[in-house]
C-alpha cells in the first residue's frame, strides 16, 4: 500500500507542496469555528456568532472560483501572496473589532473580508499534482495523488476544530484564531514559494494587430459546463450532507444526555473516510472515476438513513464509522473527474467552482436540519443528511466519463 503512495511522492517537490498545502487548509476548519467561540465567550450569543461565521464562509465561497482563475492566469506565485495578505487583514482586523466593541455589523464586514481573501489551497495543490503528473500512466497517478490530498482534507478537519477548541478553552478564543491566521498565512505564502511544481500561467491572449486584423482576442480553452455543472450538483448535495450531519450529530449527542460524545463521534466519521482514502488510493482500478462516484454517494445515501433509527452513542459510533468510509472515494472520484474534463489552462478554476459547489452546501444542509431537530429531533433529522445523498446520488448517476479538452493557445 505504501508503494503506491511512494510512486507518486518521489515526483520532485511533491512533498513539499502537499506538506505545506496541509499547513496552509488548516484555517478551512479552524476560523469559522474559531470565530463562533470568540463572539458567543465575548456576547453569549450564538445566534451573532452563528451570523458571524456564515458571513466569512459565504463570502468564502463566492470568491473562490475568482482564486481559481487568477490562479490559472497569473500563476500560483502571484496570484497566492496578495491574496492571503487580505485573508491574513480581514481576520486581524475581525479580532479587533470584536474585542473592542465595535458595531456587530463591522464584524460582520470584516469577517467577510476575510473569507473572501482565504485563497483555495486544495484546488492550487491538486492542480500542481495533475501538472507534475501529467505524463503518468493514464491517469492512475493523479488518481492516487487525489486520493492523498482527500486523506489530508480529512486530517485537516479531524486536527483544526479540536486544536481551536482547545487553545480557546485552555487559553482565549484569540489563541485558536492567531494559530488559524499563522499557519495559513505562512504555509500559503511557502506554498507561492515553490515555483518549480507549479502549474504554467495561461494569461489572457493579446488582441491581434496588423493588417486584416479584427482586434479581437484569441479564444481561451472553453470550460465543459455541463459536465461541471453537474459535477458541481454533486458537491452541493455533498456539502448539505456533511453540514447536516455535523448539525444533526451534535443534538443527538445532547439529547442522550452525552453532549461531550459529538467531538468522539463526529471524528470517528472522519477517522472512517480518511482509512477509505488510503486505501482508495492503494488500489489501482480497472473501472473509471464515474463509477466510483455513483457508487460511493449511493452508499453513503443508504448509510445515513439508519441513523435515524439508532438512540443510543454506542450504536451510533460504528454506524458513523461505517458511513465515513463512503465519504472520501466519492470527493477522489469527484475531484478526479473535473480534472479530467476541465482544460489544463483552467484547471483551478474549474476545480474551485466544483468546491465552491460543497462549499454552498453547508449551510442550507445546516439550516433545514437545524429545524428539523427542533420540530422532531435530532434522529429524525438524520433523514435530512439522506435526503441530501439522494440528490448527490442522481446526479452522480447523471455523470458520464469525460474527455479531456485540449487547451487552446494563442
Given amino acids: 500500500m505504501l508503494a503506491t503512495y511512494q510512486r507518486v511522492l518521489v515526483t520532485p517537490g511533491a512533498t513539499a507542496f502537499s506538506a505545506t498545502g496541509l499547513v496552509a487548509r488548516l484555517p478551512i476548519s479552524m476560523v469559522s469555528l474559531g470565530?463562533?467561540?470568540?463572539?458567543?465567550?465575548?456576547?453569549?450569543?450564538?445566534?451573532?456568532?452563528?451570523?458571524?461565521?456564515?458571513?466569512?464562509?459565504?463570502?468564502?465561497?463566492?470568491?473562490?472560483?475568482?482564486?481559481?482563475?487568477?490562479?490559472?492566469?497569473?500563476?500560483?506565485?502571484?496570484?497566492?501572496p496578495p491574496a492571503v495578505a487580505l485573508f491574513g487583514v480581514g481576520l486581524l482586523l475581525t479580532v479587533w473589532a470584536v474585542e473592542a466593541g465595535t458595531a456587530p455589523v463591522w464584524w460582520h464586514v470584516?469577517?467577510?473580508?476575510?473569507g473572501a481573501?482565504?485563497?483555495?489551497?486544495?484546488?492550487?495543490?491538486?492542480?500542481?499534482?495533475?501538472?507534475v503528473l501529467r505524463d503518468g500512466d493514464d491517469g492512475a497517478r493523479v488518481s492516487t495523488a487525489f486520493a492523498l490530498e482527500a486523506v489530508v482534507d480529512e486530517v485537516v478537519f479531524i486536527v483544526g476544530p479540536v486544536l481551536v477548541t482547545l487553545l480557546a478553552t485552555a487559553i482565549d478564543p484569540v489563541a485558536g484564531l492567531a494559530v488559524a491566521l499563522v499557519t495559513g498565512v505562512g504555509g500559503t505564502l511557502a506554498l507561492g514559494a515553490q515555483r518549480?511544481?507549479?502549474?504554467?500561467?495561461?494569461?489572457?491572449?493579446?488582441?491581434?494587430?496588423?493588417?486584416?486584423?479584427?482586434?479581437?482576442?484569441?479564444?481561451r480553452a472553453p470550460m465543459p459546463w455541463a459536465a461541471v455543472a453537474v459535477l458541481t450538483v454533486v458537491a452541493l448535495s455533498l456539502g448539505g450532507?456533511?453540514?447536516?450531519?455535523?448539525?444533526?450529530?451534535?443534538?443527538?449527542?445532547?439529547?442522550?444526555?452525552?453532549?461531550?460524545?459529538?467531538?468522539?463521534?463526529?471524528?470517528?466519521?472522519?477517522?472512517?473516510?480518511?482509512?477509505a482514502g488510503v486505501v482508495v488510493g492503494a488500489i489501482e482500478w480497472r473501472r473509471g472515476p464515474e463509477h466510483r462516484l455513483r457508487w460511493g454517494v449511493a452508499v453513503l445515501t443508504v448509510a445515513m438513513a439508519p441513523l435515524a433509527l439508532l438512540d443510543s452513542v454506542w450504536l451510533m459510533a460504528p454506524a458513523l464509522l461505517l458511513t465515513g468510509l463512503a465519504i472520501s472515494p466519492s470527493l477522489i472520484a469527484m475531484m478526479s473527474l473535473t480534472e479530467a474534463a476541465v482544460p489544463t489552462s483552467r484547471l483551478t478554476e474549474g476545480m474551485?467552482?466544483?468546491h465552491t459547489g460543497l462549499a454552498a452546501g453547508l449551510a442550507p444542509g445546516a439550516a433545514l436540519a437545524g429545524a428539523v431537530v427542533d420540530a422532531s429531533g435530532?434522529?429524525?433529522?438524520?433523514l435530512v443528511c439522506a435526503a441530501a445523498g439522494v440528490l448527490g446520488a442522481v446526479a452522480a448517476f447523471a455523470v458520464r466519463a469525460p474527455a479531456r479538452v485540449p487547451t487552446l493557445t494563442a
Fill in 117 to 131: 481573501g482565504l485563497p483555495q489551497v486544495g484546488s492550487c495543490v491538486r492542480a500542481r499534482w495533475s501538472h
Fill in 378 to 382: 435530532a434522529s429524525a433529522a438524520y
Fill in 35 to 80: 470565530l463562533v467561540l470568540l463572539v458567543s465567550g465575548r456576547t453569549g450569543s450564538y445566534g451573532l456568532a452563528g451570523s458571524v461565521a456564515a458571513a466569512y464562509v459565504l463570502a468564502q465561497a463566492a470568491a473562490s472560483i475568482v482564486h481559481g482563475r487568477l490562479a490559472d492566469r497569473f500563476g500560483q506565485d502571484r496570484a497566492l
Fill in 352 to 354: 474551485s467552482v466544483v
Fill in 196 to 219: 518549480r511544481t507549479q502549474p504554467p500561467r495561461h494569461p489572457r491572449a493579446p488582441r491581434t494587430t496588423g493588417p486584416g486584423a479584427t482586434g479581437t482576442r484569441a479564444a
Fill in 110 to 114: 470584516l469577517a467577510a473580508v476575510a
Fill in 241 to 275: 450532507v456533511f453540514g447536516s450531519v455535523e448539525v444533526v450529530t451534535v443534538a443527538f449527542a445532547a439529547e442522550v444526555g452525552a453532549p461531550a460524545a459529538a467531538g468522539p463521534l463526529l471524528a470517528l466519521l472522519a477517522g472512517g473516510s480518511l482509512v
